[in-house]
């Protein structure tokens, strides 16, 4: 098995399913490096079955996920956690956890009983909080914080792992727009620092403006993946999401700008 070209994480013939239920059949998918890729489809297409399985929460039936030219599966769990950082869905942290507490815990794939605990290990995580601001919350229980602080520790957590290389799984989720757009700001910021970032997002004209690269994903297979300005368009919004929709420029990013038309706004044709 050879490295996918000009990739460090990608997926050759997967398929992955639960039970007797295939959701992803002989996928192949490259993520470039560099750039932020976001996962967009319809509700139960395979977005986050596909970043489970690159993620190696997921172990193919068959296929190969490659990790920097080698089978994950292969690697060790250690190893992989130096190179790849994960925010799942609604991640949960133990009661009465403090952010500093849960932070730290991001240095773990990095300790043995040979290296404990560091003053670069303090280093680190103090980057970490002040990288995604909260600092001031560090002494506080994960679960007193906001829904979007919640999401930046989580982050921060997975910056401590010290990897450049992020998968994020509805990191919006829950989010309000104002709140939904602070953390995706973050995400960016770490990508101009030379992350490569890849998401699964629901909001498609937040995933149109921030990302280089999209995937849209329809019943399990990739059905386009490019930039955003060459993707999307109305022609593929009605047949991937069933959705109605104008494209137009984007006054801010002068990228495409979703617009849905409801049943009230369609015109009728006339006859």
């Not at 909260?134 to 829904?147: C, E, F, Q, Y």
């Not at 022609?235 to 494209?247: G, I, M, N, R, Y």
Request: aromatic fraction near 2%.
């Amino acid at each position: 098995m050879t490295a996918l070209p000009h990739a460090r994480l990608g997926a050759e013939g997967v398929t992955v399913g639960y039970a007797d239920r295939v959701v992803l059949d002989n996928l192949d998918v490259s993520i470039p490096t560099g750039v932020i890729t976001t996962v967009i489809g319809p509700n139960g297409c395979g977005k986050s079955t596909l970043l489970r399985t690159l993620s190696r929460l997921l172990k193919p039936r068959h296929g190969t996920v490659l990790l920097d030219g080698h089978d994950i599966a292969r690697l060790k769990t250690k190893d992989v956690a130096k190179k790849m950082g994960l925010l799942p869905q609604t991640p949960i942290a133990p009661e009465g956890l403090t952010v500093a507490d849960l932070v730290a815990r991001g240095r773990h794939p990095h300790q043995n009983w040979l290296r404990q605990w560091s003053s670069d290990d303090a280093d680190i995580v103090a980057r970490a909080l002040e990288m995604t601001g909260v600092t001031d919350l560090a002494h506080r229980p994960v679960d007193s914080l906001s829904g979007g602080q919640r999401q930046r520790v989580w982050i921060s957590m997975t910056l401590a792992q010290g990897t450049d290389l992020l998968l994020l799984d509805e990191p919006t989720t829950y989010l309000d727009l104002a709140h939904a757009i602070d953390v995706i700001d973050l995400v960016d910021d770490l990508h101009e620092s030379g992350t490569t970032i890849v998401m699964v997002l629901h909001d498609l004209n937040l995933a149109v403006r921030y990302s280089d690269n999209l995937i849209v994903m329809k019943a399990g297979a990739i059905v386009a993946q490019g930039h955003p300005s060459e993707v999307i368009t109305s022609e593929l919004l009605l047949d991937t999401f069933s959705l109605q929709a104008k494209v137009i420029d984007d006054p801010v990013s002068e990228r495409p700008l979703i617009v849905p038309i409801g049943r009230t706004h369609v015109v009728p044709q006339s006859e």
